[in-house]
């Protein structure tokens, strides 16, 4: 579960990654003479310029249940582990070795997604993931330079005002992406259409429901 307690931190499937020469071993996505100082290949920044192109679409695969938007979330405080605080990005942005973007350069050749959710499923996720970046390798996808602001500093408002985009905030939205993302879908196969039927009426069933918290806000007791 993704987000078991309001007030504590979620569980997240980070997932770190490169590519290697089946046959040497090499990590293809190391590169020391890197002009950007990430010590990424080109073929490196492409697999990232995939990713954060599939990323509205791939959120659907990635944080799989109405539970793991009270993760995945915009906007909430930052203070400690305990304080409730999410500590994922919420941003499609990627950067150095920075917590607070959704891509980190942990190191030369070595990439971290921060944002995949506990809940998801490994199979599906890595499936639509690899597909997603190979397709930027296959556009010669530049993702742009690389964000080196700390995120979690920024107001939503100054977020948009630097023409950063955010990943869907509620199930619906991340299912409306991937919709429209073949390429996403290409990864999930046959099981695509069952997959959204699926999430769709996970949502309706949760929609439908009235919680405490409704009750509490909205209904006065005399």
Not at 21 to 50: C, Q, V, W
Not at 150 to 158: G, K, T
Not at 179 to 195: A, R
Not at 206 to 217: I, K, L, P, T
Request: hydrophobic fraction near 35%; charged fraction near 20%; aromatic fraction near 8%.
């Amino acid at each position: 579960m993704a987000k078991p307690f309001a007030d504590r931190t979620g569980s997240g499937g980070h997932i770190h990654y490169h590519l290697a020469d089946s046959k040497t071993g090499e990590n293809l996505f190391e590169d020391d003479s890197d002009p950007r100082g990430l010590e990424l290949s080109k073929m490196a920044y492409h697999f990232i310029g995939g990713i954060l192109a599939h990323a509205p679409a791939l959120t659907a695969v990635m944080s799989p249940t109405v539970n793991c938007y009270k993760r995945l979330q915009v906007g909430a405080g930052l203070t400690s582990s305990t304080s409730g605080y999410t500590w994922v990005p919420a941003s499609i942005t990627y950067g150095d070795n920075n917590r607070t973007q959704m891509i980190r350069v942990a190191g030369p050749g070595n990439v971290e997604d921060r944002t995949v959710s506990a809940a998801c499923n490994p199979y599906l996720a890595f499936a639509a993931y690899v597909v997603a970046g190979m397709d930027g390798i296959a556009r010669e996808l530049d993702p742009g330079e690389p964000n080196r602001s700390n995120m979690y500093d920024l107001s939503l408002d100054e977020i948009r005002q630097r023409g950063i985009n955010m990943l869907p905030q509620s199930l619906p939205e991340a299912i409306a992406e991937l919709k429209q993302d073949e390429v996403v879908q290409s990864g999930l196969g046959v099981i695509t259409d069952d997959f959204i039927k699926l999430k769709e009426a996970e949502w309706s069933e949760y929609h439908s429901q009235v919680s405490r918290w409704e009750v509490d806000r909205y209904l006065q007791m005399f």
